[in-house]
C-alpha cells in the first residue's frame, strides 16, 4: 500500500525567501513516482514537478526543485525566491510506475507568502 | 487537446435525488481517476480505471456511489440517493501510463446537497 504524509500545519514565508515543503512517503513497490501539485484559491490542480525513484538527480522545474532522499523516503519540495503567488494549498503524490499505478495523495499543505 | 473536461462545474440538488458527475479526459490517455475533496478529509481517491476497466474502488464510501467508464472518452460518477455529507469537490483526472507522466484534472465538479 501506497501512504504520503504531509504533517506542516500551515507554512509562512517572506517574500523572495525559500520555503521547503515536506513529504514523507510509504511504498513497497521498487518503482515509483513523485509528484507535488499546487492548488491556488481557484481549485485547479496544477502539476510543479516530478522525481522519478531511479532518478539520480533531485528533479528541477524553474523555481521548484525537489529534494529526494530514498533512503529516508522523502520527498521535500524546495520553492525559491517565493512569490505572492505561491500562496496556495501544495500536494505530494505518488504513484508506482508498474502496471495498475494508483495516484494517492497527502493532506497537503497550506502556504502563505507575506509581503 | 482541451484538458480533461467535467460537467457541471456547478451541482446543487435536494437530499435523495440522484447526481451524475461526468468526465472526458485527454483523447490517448489510459488511466482515469474520480477524487473527492472535503476540509475534512482531504483529497480521496474514490476509484480508478485502467483502458476503461475499474481497477480499484475501494475508496467508493458507500454503495449509493457507483462509476462507469463505458468508453475511452467518457466516464461517470452517480450518487445515488445523495445525502448532504456528500457535499464537496469531485475532480477528475488522467494521465498516460509509463514514467514522468503527470496526473492531468479537470477543473473540477462543486456539489451540494441540500
Known amino acids: 500500500a501506497q501512504k504520503i504524509t504531509q504533517t506542516q500545519p500551515g507554512m509562512f514565508v517572506q517574500e523572495k525567501e525559500a520555503v521547503t515543503l515536506d513529504c514523507t512517503y510509504d511504498?513497497?513497490?521498487?518503482?515509483?513516482?513523485l509528484f507535488w501539485y499546487k492548488q491556488p484559491s481557484s481549485g485547479e490542480m496544477i502539476f510543479l514537478i516530478y522525481q522519478g525513484s531511479y532518478d539520480e538527480q533531485n528533479a528541477t522545474e524553474g523555481r521548484y526543485s525537489l529534494n529526494f532522499q530514498k533512503a529516508r523516503k522523502s520527498a521535500n519540495l524546495v520553492i525559491s525566491a517565493s512569490q505572492l503567488g505561491d500562496s496556495a494549498m501544495y500536494f505530494c503524490?505518488?504513484?508506482?510506475?508498474?502496471?495498475?499505478?494508483?495516484?494517492?495523495f497527502g493532506k497537503g499543505i497550506t502556504l502563505s507568502v507575506r509581503p | 487537446d482541451a484538458g480533461v473536461i467535467q460537467s457541471p462545474r456547478h451541482e446543487v440538488t435536494e437530499m435523495g435525488q440522484e447526481v451524475t458527475l461526468r468526465c472526458k479526459p485527454i483523447s490517448g490517455h489510459d488511466y482515469l481517476f474520480w477524487y473527492r475533496q472535503t476540509m475534512m478529509r482531504g483529497l480521496e481517491l474514490l476509484i480508478y480505471?485502467?483502458?476503461?476497466?475499474?481497477?480499484?474502488d475501494s475508496g467508493m464510501p458507500e454503495d449509493r456511489f457507483s462509476a462507469k467508464m463505458p468508453n475511452a472518452s467518457f466516464s461517470t460518477l452517480k450518487i445515488q440517493p445523495s445525502e448532504p455529507r456528500d457535499s464537496a469537490v469531485y475532480f477528475c483526472?488522467?494521465?498516460?501510463?509509463?514514467?514522468?507522466?503527470?496526473?492531468?484534472f479537470g477543473q473540477g465538479t462543486r456539489l451540494t446537497v441540500v
Open positions: 511504498t513497497s513497490d521498487q518503482s515509483y513516482g
Open positions: 503524490a505518488m504513484t508506482s510506475t508498474g502496471a495498475n499505478s494508483k495516484l494517492t
Open positions: 480505471f485502467n483502458n476503461n476497466v475499474p481497477i480499484d
Open positions: 483526472a488522467s494521465s498516460l501510463s509509463g514514467k514522468n507522466t503527470e496526473a492531468f
